[in-house]
């Protein structure tokens, strides 16, 4: 099984609080029926891929928990309950956790109160998982969860998040299993030396966040030339629209836990 292949995925209705949701422009408000729209558009391209999904209620004390991504990582031995960066955000791992026991039977946690990860920040690759260090990624919760992922037999490495930048899956995902798409500067960096790396066209950044599952890849609508660039290398492309989330920072990886 490579590590793209799925059966199921978890996402999470955004309430009318995501208008509130965290942006770095603040001059960009999402509008609620459009962001509900993209997300249930997002969730049937998933079950016509063939994906079980399971979609639970918003959480309006929570305005950014339609981002499931981001409390919780899910592998098919188990699951990891993390400590998002974001004070708003932290407590939305509780929440995740009753979804996460009708599936899971091994979930661990992080648990220091001074260890923080956000899952955006863990791009899984076959031999590696990589964690960014960032704004919501620390070092003491990269080590804890390099731990975790040693418990479930997975090797972790802690890399760097350019800066500027939300998450490092914010600048990377996996498009195949020798290969990584990746903004420039990450590209740059050296960090995914070994693989092959298709950098995003310069004015399409923000593609970078693409969502390999099984053999499709989800891409922005917005980026035509990043769409054109992965078919040109016989990647199977499914363009979907993101433009409402993108205001909150998000794109395709960001709204669903997959295993
Ligand atoms: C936040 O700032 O936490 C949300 N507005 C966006 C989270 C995006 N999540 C992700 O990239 N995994």
């Not at 391209?45 to 991504?69: C, N, Q």
């Not at 290969?179 to 298709?198: H, N, Q, R, W, Y």
Request: aromatic share 6%; hydrophobic share 45%.
């Amino acid at each position: 099984m490579r590590v793209f292949d799925f059966t199921h995925a978890l996402l999470r209705t955004p309430g009318w609080s995501v208008v509130n949701g965290l942006r770095d422009d603040a001059s960009q408000t999402p509008r609620y029926e459009v962001v509900l729209a993209q997300h249930a558009a997002y969730a049937d391209a998933l079950r016509t891929i063939g994906i079980a999904v399971d979609v639970l209620p918003p959480l309006e004390d929570f305005p950014d928990s339609m981002f499931v991504e981001d409390p919780a990582l899910t592998f098919p031995n188990g699951a990891i309950l993390l400590r998002p960066g974001a004070p708003s955000r932290l407590h939305e791992r509780e929440e995740m956790r009753g979804a996460l026991e009708k599936h899971f039977t091994k979930i661990l946690a992080i648990e220091g109160e001074d260890e923080f990860v956000d899952g955006g920040d863990i791009l899984v690759t076959p031999k590696t998982v990589f964690i960014g260090l960032s704004k919501r990624t620390n070092r003491k919760g990269a080590d804890a969860l390099a731990r975790k992922l040693a418990e479930l037999g997975y090797t972790a490495r802690i890399a760097q998040t350019p800066a500027g930048i939300l998450h490092f899956k914010t600048a990377s995902s996996l498009m195949a299993e020798d290969t990584i798409l990746a903004t420039k500067p990450l590209a740059e960096s050296g960090v995914f030396a070994g693989f092959d790396v298709i950098v995003t066209p310069p004015g399409e950044e923000a593609a970078a966040n693409a969502l390999r599952m099984n053999d499709t890849i989800f891409v922005g609508a917005h980026y035509p030339r990043t769409i054109d660039l992965l078919r040109s290398k016989g990647l199977n492309v499914r363009p979907l629209t993101v433009s409402e989330v993108a205001k909150l920072d998000a794109g395709l990886s960001c709204m669903s836990l997959r295993w």
